[in-house]
Each structure stands twice: as C-alpha cells, then as structure tokens.
C-alpha cells in the first residue's frame, strides 16, 4: 500500500436490495488484503427497509467477511481522506462463500470460458441531479427540455468534476447527455469484462453521490422518482466473444449468428425470473410501463426501445466487433453481479438447448391487440416484485443456477420489501427510494 494512501478505508459490498453497504478501516494495512473485515452473518438478511428476515444460519449467530480479491482501492474524492475498495464476501475461515453475489457471477463467468465464451458489458445509469428549494423540498435543479444544452449547461460543473473522478478512477468516459425529465442525465462509461463492469457500476454510484454532495447538490439513481416524470433506466450492453478466435461471436456474415439467437432465446424464456433480478425494489415497477420507454414487455427486436432486448445499430466501420445486445428493462436497484449473473447463465443456457430465437418485432407491442400478441407470444414483464420474485421462484433453472441457500434467501427477502411497501402510496415509496439510490 503506498504512503499517500487515504486514512480511511470502506470496504464495500452490495446486498440483495442493491445497497452498497460495509465497514471501514483506519490507517489500513497489508494484513486486511489477506483477512478482510469481519460483518455479522445476518446483515446478509437485511432487506430495504433494513429489518433482518432471519433463515437458516443467517442470524446473530456467526461472521462472514469481507475480503478485497487486490489491493485496488479508489478514491471517491469525497468525504477527503477516504477511499473505497469492493469486497468478496467469503466464510469466517476465508473460504469461498456461496452466497456471494460477486462469487456467483464469477461462477458464471467461468462456465462460459470452459464453453469457449467471454463476455464484455457495461452498464448505462440514468440520473437525477436535485435540490433543495426554499421549502426545504426535493426537485430537480432545473425545468431544461429534453436532450437540450440548456440541460448540460445547468450540470456542467457536476458533470465535469463527475467524469474527472471516474477517470481517476480508471474508467473511460464515453458519452453524456441530458436527458428526458427535468434534471435528469445519463453518462455512459466503456465496457469491460463482467466482474469489472459491475465494480464500475456500483463505485459509479458512490462516486456520483459524492461529487453531487460536494456541489451542495443531491444526485438519485431511484428508478422513478417523480410521479409525473421519466423514470431512470440502467440499459445493460452485452457482446459474447469467441476465446479461440477473439471475435465477436454475435455476428456471422454481417447478420446475427445463430448463437445470438439462441443467447436471446434463453433470456427471452428466463427473463420474467431475470426482471427479480433486475429490477429488485418496489419502485421499480412505479417505472416499468407501457409506452414510457422502459421497455415492459418481453421481446426482442433491432433498434425498437420497447423491447426487453434491442439489437442496438452497430458501428457501421467496424460492425462486426460492435454489435453488441441492450437489455432495457433493468434499474439502478440492481445488484449488478446477481443481475449479469442470471443473464450470462440464461443466455448460455439458450445456447447449450439450441433454442431458436422468437420473431423480433419492430413495433411498439402495446399498440399490438391482445390476440396478436398472444400469437406472438409477448407478454409484459412482471407488474410488482411479488410477480417477479414468483417468477424467480418457480423456475427451476435459476434454482440449479444460483443454489437452493441463496435462493430461498433472496426470495424471502424480497417479498418481505413487497409486504412492507404494498399500502404506501408512491410519494411514500419514492421518498424511501430516493436516497437509497
């Protein structure tokens, strides 16, 4: 550890709510790489609302820790003094835990290397930048139309010491803009591999938040915050890469090979278990409507933002290596790991089955009447956590997938976050949310 390095420490994690939570360390050492934090095994069971749903061995009794996999600790720029360092969550032995979120998605990450795959993705957050008016209420720092310069100009000193940090903290920085609702940006960073991709998502959050808090300001990534406004989305960007060859193995011939098809067809047949994944809190479901961009039905078609799945145009000089898949539906709730997790498992179960790929469809499947739909065998995406958590529960490849511990676990927790927010209204549930995200 250099001599320059921060006083302070966190060592992070991200639990089955998309909660970054942890411990943190003063004047750290070299010791911790090797042992990590210890943290009460029950944490695991606490749900948004932070009430622990005890099960099994996930109680007062017993310790997990939290053990960085390197020494790669990030500075957020705020509060000084601190950096930040993402964690396996492994056994009170150190052994490998299998209920770790980032465990699991490396899980994942090697079935596909044995079956001669590798994945790169990157996620894309949508967000609000606030404020407090002289009421001492939230709004959105400006009233811009969509996509305007007006927008960027209200956020440009945010924006701007926002994408410094992210490249001091190794990420490149591709594109921004202001977006649909007031207040309201998206700022895309480059790809990785699959682990790194979800480091990034969740450090992007922190370090969000903290630049937003040093400019007297509050940034939220809360699917929906506002009743009468956009939601805020987090499209996942997917490309499947043949090992041997280092090419993109979504393209054959300029068009889509059939391992595309087959990929899509495994998340199209999973994807009302993968949505309690993606979408893992209340108020996302606040955002998850027809006709409101945020892609609620389950289908898959080039270039249409009402699909689950969009086949985004590729690069047209270099198409072969930027074709990639966008998964729309997914929010800033999510556990990142578990989400790429359940979506890299899904689609390579697509392509062990051969399974061919539905009819994509060019169209807004709302405008389609039930009985086309029927025919085309599009439904919508679950309507509540409820539906989703049910429909992770009964399927039974998930269950293989992720384990029957980290299942049930997930699932009770889940519906316990259902029960808690089912009678509020939506200015109570996005009150919670709002913060959290």
Same mark, same amino acid.
Request: charged share 25%; proline share 5%.
């Given at each position: 550890?250099?001599?320059? !390095?921060?006083? %302070?420490?966190?060592?992070?994690?991200?639990?089955?709510?998309?909660?970054? #939570?942890?411990?943190? @360390?003063?004047?750290?050492? $070299?010791?911790?790489?090797?042992?990590?934090?210890?943290?009460?095994?029950?944490?695991?069971?606490?749900?948004?609302?932070?009430?622990?749903?005890?099960?099994?061995?996930?109680?007062?009794?017993?310790?997990?820790?939290?053990?960085?996999?390197?020494?790669?600790?990030?500075?957020?720029?705020?509060?000084?003094? @601190?950096?930040?360092?993402?964690?396996? /969550?492994?056994?009170?032995?150190? &052994?490998?835990?299998?209920?770790?979120?980032?465990?699991?998605?490396?899980?994942?990450?090697?079935?596909? #290397?044995?079956?001669?795959?590798?994945?790169?993705?990157?996620?894309?957050?949508?967000?609000?930048?606030?404020?407090?008016?002289?009421?001492?209420? /939230?709004?959105?720092?400006?009233?811009?139309?969509?996509?305007?310069?007006?927008?960027?100009?209200?956020?440009?000193?945010?924006?701007?010491?926002?994408?410094?940090?992210? @490249?001091?903290?190794?990420?490149?920085?591709?594109?921004? *803009?202001?977006?649909?609702?007031?207040?309201?940006?998206?700022?895309?960073?480059?790809? @990785?591999?699959?682990?790194?991709?979800?480091? *990034?998502?969740?450090?992007?959050?922190?370090?969000?938040?903290?630049?937003?808090?040093?400019?007297?300001?509050?940034?939220?990534?809360?699917?929906?915050?506002?009743?009468?406004?956009?939601?805020?989305?987090?499209?996942?960007?997917?490309?499947? %890469?043949?090992?041997?060859?280092?090419?993109?193995?979504?393209?054959?011939?300029?068009?889509?090979?059939?391992?595309?098809?087959?990929?899509?067809?495994?998340?199209?047949?999973?994807?009302? !278990?993968?949505?309690?994944?993606?979408?893992?809190?209340?108020?996302?479901? $606040?955002?998850?409507?027809?006709?409101?961009?945020?892609?609620?039905?389950?289908? %898959?078609?080039? #270039?249409?933002?009402?699909? !689950? /799945?969009?086949?985004?145009?590729?690069?047209?000089? $270099?198409?072969?290596?930027?074709?990639?898949?966008?998964?729309?539906?997914?929010?800033?709730?999510?556990?990142?790991?578990? +989400?790429?997790?359940?979506?890299?498992?899904?689609?390579?179960?697509?392509?062990? #089955?051969?399974?061919?790929?539905?009819?994509?469809?060019?169209?807004?499947? &709302?405008?389609?009447?039930?009985?086309?739909?029927?025919?085309?065998?599009?439904?919508?995406?679950?309507?509540?956590?409820?539906?989703?958590?049910?429909?992770?529960?009964?399927?039974?490849?998930?269950?293989?997938? +992720?384990?029957?511990?980290?299942?049930?676990?997930?699932?009770?927790?889940?519906?316990?976050?259902?029960?808690?927010?089912?009678?509020?209204?939506?200015?109570?549930?996005? %009150?919670?949310?709002?913060?959290?995200?």
């Amino acid at each position: 550890m250099s001599k320059d !390095a921060p006083d %302070w420490i966190r060592f992070l994690y991200c639990d089955l709510s998309g909660i970054v #939570r942890g411990k943190a @360390t003063y004047k750290y050492s $070299d010791k911790k790489l090797l042992n990590g934090v210890a943290l009460n095994r029950g944490i695991l069971a606490l749900n948004f609302a932070d009430q622990m749903q005890s099960y099994d061995e996930f109680g007062a009794v017993g310790d997990i820790r939290l053990r960085p996999d390197d020494e790669h600790y990030v500075t957020v720029g705020h509060p000084k003094n @601190t950096g930040v360092i993402l964690c396996d /969550i492994v056994q009170e032995d150190g &052994s490998e835990f299998e209920c770790c979120p980032r465990t699991i998605l490396k899980r994942q990450v090697e079935k596909a #290397r044995k079956a001669g795959l590798y994945f790169e993705a990157a996620f894309e957050p949508e967000f609000y930048v606030l404020r407090r008016d002289a009421s001492d209420q /939230i709004v959105p720092i400006d009233k811009s139309r969509a996509f305007s310069s007006e927008g960027m100009n209200e956020a440009a000193e945010l924006i701007d010491s926002f994408a410094r940090a992210l @490249t001091v903290a190794g990420m490149t920085v591709e594109q921004y *803009n202001a977006e649909h609702g007031h207040g309201q940006h998206e700022l895309s960073i480059h790809h @990785t591999q699959p682990v790194s991709a979800a480091d *990034n998502h969740l450090l992007y959050r922190e370090i969000l938040r903290s630049e937003a808090a040093a400019h007297g300001l509050i940034a939220s990534l809360c699917p929906k915050p506002f009743h009468d406004t956009a939601g805020s989305g987090c499209h996942v960007h997917l490309s499947v %890469w043949d090992l041997k060859s280092k090419t993109n193995a979504l393209v054959a011939d300029g068009e889509l090979s059939d391992l595309a098809k087959s990929f899509i067809a495994g998340l199209i047949e999973h994807m009302p !278990a993968i949505v309690a994944f993606g979408c893992t809190c209340t108020n996302s479901y $606040d955002r998850i409507q027809p006709q409101s961009a945020s892609s609620a039905y389950n289908c %898959w078609g080039h #270039r249409n933002r009402e699909a !689950a /799945i969009r086949v985004p145009p590729p690069i047209h000089s $270099d198409a072969n290596a930027s074709t990639n898949l966008e998964i729309r539906f997914v929010d800033n709730s999510c556990n990142p790991y578990l +989400f790429l997790a359940a979506v890299i498992a899904a689609g390579l179960d697509g392509i062990e #089955r051969k399974l061919p790929a539905p009819k994509p469809i060019d169209c807004d499947p &709302s405008h389609l009447d039930p009985q086309a739909l029927k025919k085309l065998k599009i439904q919508r995406l679950p309507h509540s956590l409820m539906d989703a958590v049910n429909a992770l529960d009964h399927d039974a490849f998930m269950h293989e997938t +992720f384990g029957e511990k980290f299942m049930q676990l997930y699932c009770r927790v889940k519906r316990s976050e259902h029960d808690h927010f089912a009678s509020m209204s939506f200015d109570e549930r996005s %009150w919670h949310h709002l913060s959290a995200f």
